[in-house]
């Protein structure tokens, strides 16, 4: 694949790949090679020897919905995924995107059906790694700074010759 931003990671899973139809809003589709990976979504372009990068979508706190043929302009079998809030936070006055959404219109009914528990497992996964994570970070701040620190005894003039620490 050409021009994705993003690298390899130890922890970064694929866990499902197809090509399906890309809708935007008028309903019109293209072709796209997608990507599940354990916590993004890559779509890309296929070319004649090589996959383009078209873009990603960052599964945390990520939302998906199978929609109805009226809200994908007559189009059945369709995925719509919307995005959280990306950026860093507004301490650091960095840009913050809206939420964005996408819609894959997917090939029948069984890959529907198995994409969509694919990415609720996904998003349900990484929401729960978080919330552990912002529980370990709340535990390590709430805890004073003496006590992570190993006890230190020294040496005593009685001891066998041993010291311990």
């Given amino acids: 694949?050409?021009?994705?931003?993003f690298g390899i990671t130890a922890d970064r899973r694929l866990y499902l790949q197809g090509d399906?139809?890309?809708?935007?809003k008028s309903g019109?589709?293209?072709?796209?090679?997608?990507?599940?990976f354990?916590?993004?979504?890559?779509y890309a372009k296929r070319k004649k020897f090589a996959l383009q990068y078209k873009g990603?979508?960052?599964?945390?706190?990520?939302?998906?919905?199978?929609?109805?043929?009226?809200e994908a302009d007559g189009n059945s079998d369709c995925i719509e995924i919307?995005?959280?809030?990306?950026?860093?936070?507004?301490?650091?006055?960095?840009?913050?995107?809206?939420?964005?959404?996408?819609v894959m219109k997917i090939a029948d009914k069984n890959d529907l059906s198995k994409w969509k528990a694919c990415l609720e497992a996904v998003i349900a996964k990484n929401e729960k790694v978080a919330q552990l994570k912002m529980n370990?970070?709340?535990?390590?701040?709430?805890t004073s700074t003496g006590?992570?620190?190993?006890?230190?005894?020294?040496?005593?003039?009685t001891s066998s010759g041993s010291i311990s620490f």
Wanted: aromatic letters at 6%; hydrophobic letters at 35%.
């Fill in 1 to 5: 694949m050409t021009d994705q931003p």
């Fill in 147 to 157: 006590s992570l620190k190993k006890p230190v005894t020294t040496a005593s003039s």
């Fill in 56 to 70: 990603h979508i960052q599964l945390e706190r990520a939302q998906v919905r199978e929609i109805s043929k009226e």
């Fill in 38 to 42: 354990s916590d993004m979504l890559v």
């Fill in 136 to 142: 370990v970070s709340h535990n390590t701040q709430s």
């Fill in 28 to 36: 019109a589709g293209e072709e796209r090679a997608y990507f599940l």
């Fill in 20 to 24: 399906f139809m890309q809708l935007n």
């Fill in 82 to 102: 919307v995005s959280s809030f990306q950026g860093v936070d507004s301490l650091n006055t960095t840009f913050m995107a809206s939420p964005t959404a996408h």
